[in-house]
């Protein structure tokens, strides 16, 4: 008789178990179904970033193959959404010229941005002695001569969503700004600050998520 009460208790915390474990799985589709189809609703937009302005303090070719350079860019990011924030989590931002890199990364450190919310930053990008090819070199000395340089303003880092409560996991983000700037140009429109030139650029960029 208790061997058929053993058995039966046995056999009901099975069920139990069983139970409980199709529920947990019914909630988490549910859950997930939800998250799904507001996300749908909601069509989140990637970020808007654009070029404001850009310092020279120093762009350099001390041999065809060796650049220095010290430049401040101001880059503004809009979130478009306005049911939705955004976390950007550390970003890299960097310049590049002919496709080569000619400073090292500087950071900008993580921020939420709310719905509809513009953040400004004004991070410093600089080399030294930076070695590149040196028709890069050749180049760059060139377009300084010719009166404008064409630098590349990326960024690159990771950016996550937060709808409600709900925060999503990491994206990659990829921002790509150009910089015209009519350098070494008798007619430019640069502003003279302190040591530097300041150029007044308002350039839309590119970014990809």
């Not at 058929?4 to 139990?16: G, L």
Request: glycine fraction near 6%.
């Amino acid at each position: 008789m208790s061997e058929k009460k053993c058995d039966h208790h046995e056999s009901s915390r099975r069920e139990r178990a069983r139970r409980c474990a199709a529920g947990l799985l019914i909630f988490i589709f549910v859950f997930l179904l939800i998250i799904l189809i507001t996300w749908s609703i909601l069509q989140p937009k990637k970020p808007r970033f654009t070029l404001q302005d850009a310092t020279i303090f120093n762009l350099n070719i001390s041999a065809p193959n060796v650049i220095s350079s010290t430049v401040q860019v101001t880059v503004n990011s809009r979130n478009p959404n306005s049911k939705i924030g955004i976390y950007y989590d550390k970003m890299d931002v960097y310049a590049t010229y002919h496709n080569q890199q000619i400073t090292y990364y500087s950071v900008i450190p993580p921020v939420y941005q709310g719905h509809k919310d513009v953040n400004v930053w004004s991070p410093f990008i600089y080399g030294n002695n930076v070695p590149v090819a040196p028709y890069n070199g050749i180049a760059l000395s060139q377009d300084k001569s010719d009166g404008a340089i064409n630098l590349i303003i990326r960024i690159n880092g990771r950016v996550r969503w937060k709808v409600g409560s709900f925060i999503s996991g990491r994206y990659h983000l990829h921002v790509t700004c150009s910089a015209y700037i009519p350098i070494g140009n008798s007619r430019n429109t640069g502003i003279v600050v302190g040591n530097a030139v300041k150029y007044q650029l308002s350039q839309s960029c590119s970014v990809n998520v």
